[in-house]
T-cell receptor
Framework: AQSVTQPDIHITVSEGASLELRCNYS??????LFWYVQSPGQGLQLLLK??????LVQGIKGFEAEFKRSQSSFNLRKPSVHWSDAAEYFC????????????FGSGTRLLVRP | GAVVSQHPSRVICKSGTSVKIECRSL??????MFWYRQFPKQSLMLMAT?????????EQGVEKDKFLINHASLTLSTLTVTSAHPEDSSFYIC???????????FGQGTRLTVV
């Protein structure tokens, strides 16, 4: 069965420091991959997605992610974190090869130290 | 573009009553919508796939008689939580598939509290 693993429940970084959130997936073929951000009590905002092509994907708010097939990973990165980036981050994979029916990871809560 | 509106954003209801949540695609037609449930500090779990003009497809373990889904038009799907109990309290989020972009866009979610 397809699954998404986000091994870090919480991550704390200092403002201005770099960030990497980990995501591993299980799927036999090339997956559709997504990163979403959720502020408390809010819906989901799409940060970026990977469908095909260049494995380094640029997103909104200065985020990027790299698809590594050999490692079944799609880690999210940001070179310099802002206090407003504190939120919950979800990695997701398209279920059954779709790009719109999603399976989510358990999420990583990002805390930003002043 | 590709805006999905979910209503209400918050609702409190008494045990035993039913509550309806609406999911609308505002600027595109959505033949397929999805309903997810999110428990506090947990991830989103897919509950069901809502198809316009046909019956919804429920994920394993989701009670179809408890969570009634109706997708009567190309822009509206509704989720009705019937005979609600406190354990149904949760955050419910819908998404709608935009075929033009082959993506699903999410609503802002509904916080349901059953007292």
């Amino acid at each position: 069965a397809q699954s998404v693993t986000q091994p870090d429940i919480h991550i704390t970084v200092s403002e201005g420091a770099s960030l990497e959130l980990r995501c591993n997936y299980s799927y036999g073929a090339t997956p559709y991959l997504f990163w979403y951000v959720q502020s408390p009590g809010q819906g989901l905002q799409l940060l970026l997605k990977y469908f095909s092509g260049d494995t380094l994907v640029q997103g909104i708010k200065g985020f990027e992610a790299e698809f590594k097939r050999s490692q079944s990973s799609f880690n999210l990165r940001k070179p310099s974190v802002h206090w407003s980036d504190a939120a919950e981050y979800f990695c997701a994979v398209g279920a059954e090869g779709s790009s719109y029916k999603l399976i989510f990871g358990s999420g990583t809560r990002l805390l930003v130290r002043p | 573009g590709a805006v999905v509106s979910q209503h209400p954003s918050r609702v409190i209801c008494k045990s035993g009553t039913s509550v309806k949540i609406e999911c609308r695609s505002l600027d595109f037609q959505a033949t397929t919508m999805f309903w997810y449930r999110q428990f506090p500090k947990q991830s989103l779990m897919l509950m069901a796939t809502s198809n316009e003009g046909s019956k919804a497809t429920y994920e394993q373990g989701v009670e179809k008689d408890k969570f009634l889904i109706n997708h009567a038009s190309l822009t509206l799907s509704t989720l009705t939580v019937t005979s609600a109990h406190p354990e149904d309290s949760s955050f419910y989020i819908c998404s709608a598939r935009d075929r033009g972009q082959n993506l699903a866009f999410f609503g802002q979610g509904t916080r349901l509290t059953v007292v």
